[in-house]
């Protein structure tokens, strides 16, 4: 039974540029949520998706954009890279409607130069 | 934002020592959670307590919840060099929009061999 899959796994890019960053959930699991983790610190919530659609979302502007697709899986899309978006990008899986802890991939580390 | 702040930030002990890590929190909580991240790669479900739960074990995990001090402990009986990594916990809140989790900053162990 997969657990959660993101790619890619390292990604540089440079300022301004685009990026989109991908998560398969884990099988059986319906929501997907996005967490940015600076070094050292501890993951902070980006938003979550639930049947396609944006239902929480941290503190993080507009630059940041998701999607969910119908087999439950999600995409990150962050325009207009600044340095400060270096970080470790992880996904995380779970369903709705249990009290479970979450499922996490090993995450797609970006740096932008 | 973080949710709080985990003590202590790092901590060496011996192997076959008990390690106890604190995690304070502002928000009220519908349940917390405890990871483990190893390098800085993907994050990995310990035990989650729910609000209503004052202690909970697992294996050699000891979770201990106190909501009227908005503080939660965990505890790793006879460590061993494996168990060397970052621990954070994360509060967790349920919405009718979804759910999230706020972690905390990390305590980093380390169990010498």
């Known amino acids: 039974d997969a657990g959660v899959t993101q790619s890619p796994t390292h990604l540089i890019k440079t300022r301004g540029q685009q990026v989109t960053l991908r998560c398969s959930p884990k099988?059986?699991?319906?929501?997907v949520s996005w967490y940015q983790q600076a070094l050292g610190q501890g993951p902070q919530f980006i938003f979550q998706y639930y049947e396609e659609e944006e239902r929480q979302r941290g503190n993080f502007p507009d630059r940041f954009s998701g999607h969910q697709f119908p087999n439950y899986s999600s995409e990150l899309n962050v325009n207009a890279l600044l340095l400060g978006d270096s970080a470790l990008y992880l996904c995380?899986?779970?369903?709705?409607?249990?009290?479970?802890?979450?499922?996490f991939g090993s995450g797609t580390r970006l740096t932008v130069v | 934002s973080q949710q709080g702040e985990e003590d202590p930030q790092a901590l060496s002990i011996q192997e076959g020592e008990n390690a106890t890590m604190n995690c304070s929190y502002k928000?009220?909580?519908?349940?917390l959670q405890w990871y483990r991240q190893n390098s800085g790669r993907g994050l990995v479900h310990l035990i989650l307590?729910?609000?209503?739960?004052r202690e909970k074990h697992s294996g050699r995990l000891r979770v201990t919840l106190d909501t009227s001090k908005k503080s939660s402990s965990l505890l790793i009986t006879a460590s061993r060099a494996a168990d060397t990594a970052s621990y954070f916990c994360?509060?967790?809140?349920?919405?009718?929009?979804?759910?999230?989790?706020?972690f905390g900053t990390g305590t980093r162990l380390a169990v010498r061999p």
């Open positions: 099988s059986g699991h319906d929501t």
């Open positions: 307590i729910r609000s209503n739960e």
């Open positions: 928000t009220s909580i519908n349940n």
């Open positions: 994360a509060t967790g809140v349920k919405k009718s929009s979804g759910d999230k989790l706020t």
């Open positions: 995380a899986s779970s369903l709705r409607r249990t009290t479970y802890g979450y499922t």
